[in-house]
Nanobody
Framework: VQLQASGGGLVQAGDSLRVSCAASEGTFGRSALGWFRQAPGKEREFVAATRRSRGDTFYSGSVKGRFTISTDVAKNTMYLQMNSLKPEDTAVYYC????????????????????WGQGTLVTVSS
């Protein structure tokens, strides 16, 4: 599967934005699906994930209650709905696909994920 992320842009603090990640040359199946982000000068960090094989979702503490991960199976696309955006949410957002057997403790580790999109830049102005 190949991933194509889109939907990033420049927004103001408090605004909402939805980024998308479309899969091609394959389907998500029962894979784990996730979003990470990387701000300038910082390491890539976990944002959200869902394990399709178990139907559960996980969020980082900094986005819980503001961001929502979802999937449209018919379109083979995953989304990250971001509400109440803050300047500290500014980063390149990456989508990722991982094995269906991914355990919870591994969700937060980038190297646990085997396929990555190219990233989409989200900039939140104050």
């Amino acid at each position: 599967v190949q991933l194509q992320a889109s939907g990033g842009g420049l927004v103001q603090a408090g605004d909402s934005l939805r980024v998308s990640c479309a899969a091609s040359e394959g389907t998500f199946g029962r894979s784990a699906l996730g979003w990470f982000r990387q701000a300038p000068g910082k390491e890539r960090e976990f944002v959200a994930a869902t394990r399709r094989s178990r139907g559960d979702t996980f969020y980082s503490g900094s986005v819980k209650g503001r961001f929502t991960i979802s999937t449209d199976v018919a379109k083979n696309t995953m989304y990250l709905q971001m509400n109440s955006l803050k300047p500290e949410d500014t980063a390149v957002y990456y989508c990722a696909v991982g094995p269906s057997t991914l355990i919870v403790s591994s969700l937060y580790i980038p190297k646990s994920w085997h396929t990555w999109g190219q990233g989409t830049l989200v900039t939140v102005s104050s």
